[in-house]
């Protein structure tokens, strides 16, 4: 039988969860609203998950040029799938599902850097747009694959994926908050 300390620190480990899945559902339904927007890109999170992605390009650069541009998205959406699969192992499964809302919430913040391949209209990282300078990753990626035309159908496919993922997401770490609840 647990004691009163163990007690009292899982009840606000439980509230800690629910207000953390409370704030994520919100920040869900902002992104869900808005798709294709540079609205995602302007979020909090898209500043971090910008290292990875930058860091991304440098990881794959070994791997020729293709690899190196498509790199950076990757590398955005694997690190919290990474995580995500680090704390199943280790029988952390709530984080995991935070970790897979962030894997969620990559797509979205990639989709309209997707939409945008042949517009070139996203200011990037330097402060310019991609029709100012070479064009960026997207317009590149496609471009390669013979499939610049389908930049608004991959980004919108992105974005709406993003957002399934990041809605299951919620939907398991609650699950697994209200199991905690229960022993």
Excluded: K
């Amino acid at each position: 039988m647990p004691n009163l300390e163990d007690q009292a620190t899982a009840g606000l480990m439980r509230w800690a969860r629910l207000g953390l899945l409370v704030a994520l559902a919100g920040w869900t339904v902002s992104f869900a609203r808005t798709p294709l927007s540079a609205d995602a890109m302007d979020s909090f999170l898209h500043m971090p998950d910008l290292v990875f992605h930058e860091a991304g390009h440098v990881l794959f650069s070994p791997l020729g040029q293709f690899m190196t541009v498509l790199g950076g998205s990757l590398m955005q959406v694997l690190v919290p799938v990474v995580l995500a699969g680090a704390f199943v192992r280790q029988h952390q499964p709530f984080s995991a599902t935070v970790c897979a809302w962030w894997a969620g919430q990559n797509l979205v913040d990639l989709s309209p850097y997707m939409a945008d391949a042949r517009a070139l209209r996203l200011v990037l990282l330097g402060g310019r747009t991609g029709a100012e300078v070479e064009g960026h990753d997207w317009e590149f990626i496609l471009t390669q694959l013979g499939a610049l035309h389908l930049d608004r159908t991959l980004g919108l496919w992105a974005h709406y994926t993003g957002v399934l993922l990041m809605t299951a997401s919620l939907v398991v770490g609650a699950r697994y908050a209200w199991r905690s609840q229960n022993r």
